[in-house]
């Protein structure tokens, strides 16, 4: 089946710092990625949609020079949190898509728990 | 705007009971409905997807339903196991990108 990664599984950063998280499709070529964040108890937040060699689509209230997101191949894209600080802390998820669009089946990868001190 | 909830937030039952997981949504115009299960501090693991023009997909122990005109989804888990136990999130995907709802903290007990 279709398998999404996502590295790294788990970083701690100092405030002001920035963080690069990879999300890879390892058995399909990923048309279109997804950026969602997830805090504590609550559901599962689009932040950005991203189809290769194109900018990203940024989801209302999400900062676009804050999160940066590159799709630079299709089978990675890669969300940068710049200049990060301790509200940033929470539990980054990405899914690919082999189509291009946002009604199709999304694969998830495992996440990435973000904790900025 | 799509909105998507998902009711009890945290259910406990003893094991082998069968259970019924609700979820609801606001805009009937949708393309697909899936349930998801996340264990904590981990991803997403879909469960089923049910197209706008089925009715239920089964898979195993699980069953879910779709009444989109109502805008209800029910998952049904029959005879549940402790390893049962985990997060479920329900999602819709229309005309505005996947919309999840909070989930329901299941708890299966020995």
């Known amino acids: 089946g279709a398998v999404v990664s996502q590295h790294p599984s788990r970083v701690i950063c100092k405030s002001g710092t920035s963080v690069k998280i990879e999300c890879r499709s390892l058995?399909?070529?990923?048309?279109?990625m997804f950026w969602y964040r997830q805090f504590p108890k609550q559901s599962l937040m689009l932040m950005a949609t991203s189809n290769e060699g194109s900018k990203a689509t940024y989801e209302q209230g999400v900062e676009k020079d804050k999160f940066l997101i590159n799709h630079a191949s299709l089978t990675l894209s890669t969300l940068t949190v710049t200049s990060a600080h301790p509200e940033d802390s929470s539990f980054y998820i990405c899914s690919a898509s082999d189509q291009g669009s946002s009604t199709d089946t999304q694969y998830f990868g495992p996440g990435t728990r973000l904790t900025v001190l | 705007k799509q909105e998507v909830t998902q009711i009890p937030a945290a259910l406990s039952v003893p094991e082998g009971e069968n259970l019924v997981l609700n979820c609801s949504f606001t805009d009937s115009a949708i393309y697909n409905l899936q349930w998801f299960r996340q264990d904590p501090g981990k991803g997403l693991t879909s469960l089923l997807l049910i197209q706008s023009s089925q009715r239920e997909q089964t898979s195993g122990r699980l069953n879910a339903s779709l009444d989109k005109s109502s805008g209800r989804s029910t998952l049904y888990i029959a005879a549940s196991q402790p390893g049962d136990s985990a997060t479920y999130l329900c999602a819709v995907s229309g005309n505005t990108p996947l919309v999840f709802g909070k989930g329901t903290r299941l708890s299966v007990i020995a």
């Open positions: 058995d399909f070529q990923a048309t279109t």
